[in-house]
Every structure is written in structure tokens, then in C-alpha cells.
T-cell receptor
Framework: GAGVSQSPRYKVAKRGQDVALRCDPI?????LFWYQQALGQGPEFLTY????????KSGLPSDRFFAERPEGSVSTLKIQRTQKEDSAVYLC??????????????FGQGTRLTVV | GNSVTQMEGPVTLSEEAFLTINCTYT??????LFWYVQYPGEGLQLLLK?????DKGSNKGFEATYRKETTSFHLEKGSVQVSDSAVYFC??????????FGKGTRLSVIA
């Protein structure tokens, strides 16, 4: 596609529900990143994939958060037993090469998750 | 660890005014520095970047110079337009580390 696509754009979940957020990166991009952006804050790193390998998950806030990219393209961020503090915008970004080559990261519009 | 501190907003300017948004950083190694912009209803977009000391990044009339001695990367524009109204994020990465962002500065330009 032309850019990074995320779905859904908006998600309201009841506390305790599981949610799955999808990211379609730019075709052929090697690196994929997930970020969490709380209201009025900058994006905070969650996890990084190089192709299908999850090389860094140091930013995942708890074991309720899980991400996968099984075929090195589409990625899903899953949050189990959602809590109110999980309410945020979840951003996905992709870049053409490995992260250490510092090529430009392209961001999707994000999924706004509201836990009620 | 790596961190970015940028001036808090909101910043409100009249059209054609001069803009400065301050950004300072702490990093290990030799970071690359970025400014991202988020227009209303859109995703983050790279505005400009600099990869080594004394480099100047520029785009759409915006400029920022990588100052290693002051660990700064301040964003400037000589004459802002209403269409520049957005949230601006300073960011860095180094080596294999992911992008680290500042908290963002909201700019409103009024006609």
C-alpha cells in the first residue's frame, strides 16, 4: 500500500476484554515498530521486529501485551485483560532497512484505544 | 539511557512570526536527531533530520542544527504560516536503539 495502515482507527473496550490491533506496513519494509502514545505525551517504544523476528520487546509494559509478525509483513499487537491505564493511541511504524541503519520510519495514523 | 527534552507548549504565534522550539538530548554514542510533525488527524511525519555534529537538517522552511557541544537540536522557522499548526516532536536514535521521542510541542498559528 501507499503507507502504513492501522486498524481499527478507534476501539472501545470494556475493562477485562482482550483486543487486537493490526498494522499493515509499507510493502517490503524490513523493520516494524510499535509505540504507545498517552494523551499529551510523546510516543513510547513498545517493541521492534526485523522481518518476522521480534528483536526488542523491552518496552512492553506487562505480560498482558503481546505482539507478533509471523510472516514478516502484517503485525498484530494484542492486549489481554485490558485495564484503564492501557487507554492510549497505539502507533505502528515501518522502515525499509534494519533499525541500526537509521533509515526513515513511516508512521501509521494509529489506533485510539479507550478502555471503559 | 537516551532521552529528549523539548520545550512545553502550547506555543501560539501570529502568521509570519519567527518560531523556535527548543530541544536538548542525552544519549550514549553518536545519535541521529529528528524532528517529526503531526498535523491534525494525520500520522507522524518526518520533518527533518541530522546524523552528525554540525549537520543542518531543513525542510519546508524549517531548520535545525545538530549541536554536539550543547547537546541541542532546536527547530526554527523564519516565518510561520497557519498551515504549520501541528504538534512537533524531537526524537533521537543511536546504534540499534529505537526512536526516543520528546513529549511534543503544540504550535498554533493564527492569521
Amino acid at each position: 500500500g501507499a503507507g502504513v495502515s492501522q486498524s481499527p482507527r478507534y476501539k472501545v473496550a470494556k475493562r477485562g476484554q482482550d483486543v487486537a490491533l493490526r498494522c499493515d506496513p509499507i510493502s517490503g519494509h524490513v523493520s516494524l515498530f510499535w509505540y504507545q502514545q498517552a494523551l499529551g505525551q510523546g510516543p513510547e517504544f513498545l517493541t521492534y521486529f526485523q522481518n518476522e523476528a521480534q528483536l526488542d520487546k523491552s518496552g512492553l509494559p506487562s505480560d498482558r501485551f503481546f505482539a507478533e509478525r509471523p510472516e514478516g509483513s502484517v503485525s498484530t499487537l494484542k492486549i489481554q485483560r485490558t485495564q484503564k491505564e492501557d487507554s492510549a493511541v497505539y502507533l505502528c511504524a515501518s522502515s525499509l532497512t534494519r533499525a541500526d541503519l537509521n533509515t526513515e520510519a513511516f508512521f501509521g495514523q494509529g489506533t485510539r484505544l479507550t478502555v471503559v | 539511557g537516551n532521552s529528549v527534552t523539548q520545550m512545553e507548549g502550547p506555543v501560539t504565534l501570529s502568521e509570519e512570526a519567527f518560531l523556535t522550539i527548543n530541544c536538548t538530548y542525552t544519549a550514549t554514542g553518536y545519535p541521529s536527531l529528528f524532528w517529526y510533525v503531526q498535523y491534525p488527524g494525520e500520522g507522524l511525519q518526518l520533518l527533518l533530520k541530522a546524523t552528525k555534529a554540525d549537520d543542518k537538517g531543513s525542510n519546508k522552511g524549517f531548520e535545525a542544527t545538530y549541536r554536539k557541544e550543547t547537546t541541542s537540536f532546536h527547530l526554527e522557522k523564519g516565518s510561520v504560516q497557519v498551515s504549520d499548526s501541528a504538534v512537533y516532536f524531537c526524537a533521537l536514535n543511536s546504534g540499534n536503539t529505537p526512536l526516543v521521542f520528546g513529549k511534543g510541542t503544540r504550535l498554533s498559528v493564527i492569521a
